[in-house]
């Protein structure tokens, strides 16, 4: 069935507001969360957002012959867009959008001159999960049995969230909490960590799983510090405390502090980045984004690199998009899968705005539907050109 349109588009689904009363703000209001720019005080709040990081995503539509289309995403949709106009569509048009194992590789071919990471590879993830998405439709079966699954009944989450308590009250048994200090904090930023983790530990209690994410605001020395000043609080994994390109930091910080297990990977794209990190054993859990890391073809080839050297992966955001529910339903060594948990404490998470067909969280598990595709429920007049 041959591609005859790829179109970039914008998703205007009509929302409700939510029936339910908020109890209070959500946290990612007032959190402060580091980020490696936070090293200057400018950036030190979430209220002074990083240009460029809150682009809402970006959404291809692709359509073959007989009018099916598929639909899929990616992040910081302008700079992505470009690629997918002037590289991408011209090299898909008019091939058969079942061989998406052939698609990505012509993809993966025709960026080595742009670089395969960054911009190149994170429009490639919406081109790629469209194809996966039309592929299930023209099947009339769920991407999860396309990969050859299930191989559980529903996915275990953990919830990404500084709202502990409304989390345990959704019956979630696992949490990742935000981290507000830099590296350059010092002892002071220590103290202010320890503070926060050692009131976590205490709200979900000495058996859940806890974790803590610092999204790249530390460098080697003050990792080091934070895995052994929060030794005593049993972290099931520090995530992403490094920038992805410091492999070195990477094997020295995992030889500093064997005991704390480091998840890292939402920022690495492609291949070779994980390959690196597989092969230096740096690396505890692996973290690919669906949106970002190429695909869902490309988190594939990530997973069974992973696989083959022992190494679980738990996707960025896999509880809560179908892109990676659908991965983490059909694949065996995804351990846990991320709900972002950034609503409103009180409201209901199916009140919450998404896109629909999503399927949301019920006692900290999530189960998608066995709609064809990703199951998105996307009515064609929501989908309008950008
Ligand atoms: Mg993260």
Not at 291 to 305: D, F, N, P, R, V
């Amino acid at each position: 069935m041959k591609i005859t349109e790829i179109s970039v588009v914008d998703l205007q689904v009509p929302s409700l507001p939510p029936r339910s009363q908020a109890r209070r703000r959500s946290w990612i209001h007032d959190a402060a969360r580091a980020f490696p720019i936070s090293k200057y005080s400018e950036f030190v709040s979430t209220k002074q957002p990083v240009p460029g990081m809150d682009e809402t995503p970006l959404w291809v539509r692709i359509t073959v012959e007989n009018g099916t289309w598929g639909l899929g995403c990616c992040g910081f949709g302008s700079v992505a867009q470009s690629m997918i106009e002037r590289v991408y569509t011209p090299l898909l048009i008019g091939r058969d959008c079942i061989a998406t194992e052939w698609l990505n590789d012509l993809m993966w071919r025709a960026i080595q001159r742009l670089g395969d990471a960054g911009h190149a590879v994170i429009a490639q993830s919406a081109i790629d999960l469209a194809l996966w998405d039309l592929k299930g439709k023209l099947l009339q079966q769920p991407v999860y049995r396309l990969l050859g699954g299930p191989c559980r009944n529903t996915i275990p989450l953990y919830a990404t969230t500084d709202d502990l308590d409304w989390a345990l009250e959704l019956g979630f048994s696992a949490f990742k909490i935000s981290n507000p200090v830099h590296a350059e904090s010092g002892t002071a930023g220590l103290n202010q960590l320890e503070d926060k983790v050692g009131l976590a530990r205490e709200i979900v209690g000495p058996d859940a799983d806890l974790m803590l994410n610092p999204v790249m605001a530390y460098d080697v020395t003050f990792a080091i510090q934070v895995a052994e000043r929060l030794r005593p609080y049993r972290l099931r994994w520090l995530e992403e405390p490094l920038i992805p390109n410091d492999l070195r930091g990477h094997q020295e910080l995992k030889r500093a502090v064997p005991w704390m297990p480091i998840a890292t990977g939402e920022d690495h794209h492609g291949r070779h980045a994980f390959l690196k990190l597989i092969e230096a054993r740096c690396v505890d859990v692996v973290q690919p984004d669906l949106c970002w890391c190429g695909g869902l073809s490309e988190a594939l080839k990530i997973y069974t690199l992973a696989e083959a050297a022992g190494i679980p992966t738990s996707p960025h955001l896999a509880g809560s998009s179908a892109f990676g529910q659908h991965l983490a339903l059909a694949m065996p060594q995804v351990i846990l899968g991320e709900y972002w948990l950034a609503s409103d404490p009180g409201v209901a998470l199916h009140e919450v705005a998404r896109i629909p067909g999503t399927a949301t969280a019920t006692n900290g598990t999530v189960t998608p539907t066995d709609a064809p595709g990703f199951g998105l429920e996307i009515k064609p007049e929501w989908i309008k050109p950008r």
